[in-house]
C-alpha cells in the first residue's frame, strides 16, 4: 500500500517532543498525519502550537469536550479521512474510547505507543485486546510487555530511536584543568538529580578538580535548587536551568551523569555520544542496550561513589584516556544512534502495520 494516513493521539504538545518531532519528518517522506490532543499544554512543559499541522488542516484540538464528544469527532475524522492506523501515544483520557472506534472501524489498525513500563502500561493492559501491536524502543521494553500481556503472543514491534548525529557535533572547546561532570534532563523523581547533587557532594570532598554542572527544569526544580544551595559543594555546583538547545548544556560538559531511578531508552545519551561525551549511567530500563562499558560510558549505580571517582580521576591523570573515549562515543554514535535510520524504521513500521 501507499503510505498510511495517519491519526496519532497525544495528551497535549509539547515543543520538542520526540513524537512530534518523528511525525514532522515522515510528513516530509509523503506521509499524511493528523494530530488530535486533549489539552494545550502541561504546566511543566513548553507547548508547541504545531502551525504547520494546523495550516493543513490536520491538527484536531480535542480540549474541553466531553467524551461523547470526542468519541464522535474523532470517528468522524477516522470517516472522512480513511484512516488506516491510529496510534495511542499517552493520551490518557482516550483509552476507554479506543474500543469503540475498533468496533465501529473493523479495519482500523491501532497501535499503542510506549517509552517505559511506568507511564500508561496499566492503561495499556486494560485495553490490550483493541491494539494490533504496541510499538517499543529498547528490547527490554518488548520483554516487559511480552511477560505481563494476557496475550499468548503478543504482537510488538521495537523501532529503536536515534539522533540527528549533525547537530550534536563535538564542541571543540579549549581544554581546562577541571574535569566537568553534569547533569542535563527533566528535574523529576524518575530522573533522580537529588542522586546527582549527592554523588556531587561525595565527589567533591574527595577531589577539588572535580566541577558540576546542571541543566534542565521541571516539576522538582524548587526542590533541586533547595537542596543545592544548602549543599557542602554549592560554590562548585551550577545550576543552569533551562537551556534553548540539549547540545548547549552538553557542550559545557566532558562526562555525563544519568543517575535515572528508572528509563526507557533515553535519548540524552544519544545526543551526549554524538557530542563525544561519555555517559556514566545507572543500569536500569533500556539504558544497558545503549551503553557499552569501556566504548561510550560505563554503567554505574550513582550510589557507586568510589567506583566512579576511581574512574574520573583516572581521566584527571591520564587525560589522553578520556580523549580516546570521547572520540569512541562519537564514532558509536555515529554507527549506532543516527536519526535517519530511526525515521526509515518508523517509516517502514507505520506502512507494516497499517497493511497487516
Not at 467524551?67 to 476507554?96: M, N, T
Not at 533522580?192 to 558540576?212: K, W
Not at 537551556?243 to 544519544?270: A, I, N
Request: negative net charge; contains cysteine; proline residues 5%.
Amino acid at each position: 500500500m501507499n503510505s498510511p494516513r495517519i491519526l496519532a493521539l497525544l495528551p497535549f504538545l509539547v515543543r520538542g517532543a520526540r513524537s512530534i518531532a518523528i511525525f514532522r519528518d515522515l510528513r516530509e517522506r509523503g506521509f499524511e498525519i493528523t494530530i488530535a490532543y486533549c489539552d494545550a499544554a502541561s504546566g511543566a512543559y513548553t507547548p508547541d502550537a504545531l502551525e504547520d499541522f494546523a495550516s493543513t488542516g490536520h491538527l484536531l484540538n480535542l480540549a474541553g469536550m466531553d467524551s461523547a464528544a470526542r468519541f464522535h469527532k474523532v470517528l468522524e475524522l477516522l470517516c472522512d479521512r480513511k484512516i488506516d492506523l491510529l496510534l495511542q501515544i499517552g493520551a490518557a483520557d482516550l483509552y476507554h474510547l479506543l474500543p469503540y472506534w475498533k468496533e465501529r472501524l473493523p479495519r482500523l489498525r491501532i497501535a499503542d505507543i510506549l517509552y517505559n513500563e511506568i507511564g500508561h502500561t496499566l492503561n495499556h493492559f486494560i485495553y490490550e485486546k483493541c491494539f494490533d501491536t504496541v510499538m517499543v524502543e529498547s528490547e527490554f521494553m518488548a520483554g516487559f510487555i511480552r511477560r505481563f500481556s494476557r496475550k499468548n503472543n503478543p504482537p510488538v514491534t521495537v523501532v529503536r530511536s536515534g539522533v540527528n548525529v549533525e547537530e550534536f557535533a563535538p564542541n571543540n572547546s579549549p581544554k581546562s584543568e577541571l574535569l566537568k561532570i553534569g547533569f542535563v534532563g527533566r528535574m523529576s523523581e524518575e530522573k533522580n538529580p537529588i542522586g546527582f547533587v549527592e554523588l556531587a557532594e561525595e565527589l567533591g570532598r574527595r577531589e577539588p578538580l572535580y566541577d558540576f554542572r546542571m541543566f534542565g527544569t521541571g516539576p522538582d526544580e524548587a526542590i533541586v535548587r533547595a537542596r543545592i544551595s544548602n549543599s557542602a559543594v554549592a560554590n562548585r555546583l551550577k545550576y543552569h536551568g533551562f537551556v534553548e538547545h540539549v547540545k548547549d548544556g552538553l557542550h559545557q560538559l566532558d562526562v555525563l551523569v544519568l543517575p535515572s531511578k528508572f528509563d526507557g531508552r533515553p535519548v540524552l545519551v544519544m545526543e551526549a555520544n554524538a557530542c563525544g561525551i561519555p555517559v556514566i549511567a545507572a543500569p536500569v530500563g533500556g539504558i544497558p542496550e545503549l551503553v557499552i562499558d569501556g566504548v561510550n560510558g560505563f554503567l554505574i549505580f550513582p550510589t557507586a561513589t568510589e567506583h566512579i571517582h576511581a574512574l574520573l580521576l583516572s581521566w584527571l591523570e591520564q587525560p589522553h584516556e578520556l580523549a580516546a573515549l570521547k572520540l569512541a562515543s562519537r564514532m558509536h554514535a555515529l554507527e549506532h544512534f543516527d536519526r535517519e535510520k530511526m525515521i526509515a524504521a518508523y517509516a517502514a513500521a507505520f506502512s507494516d502495520i497499517a497493511a497487516s
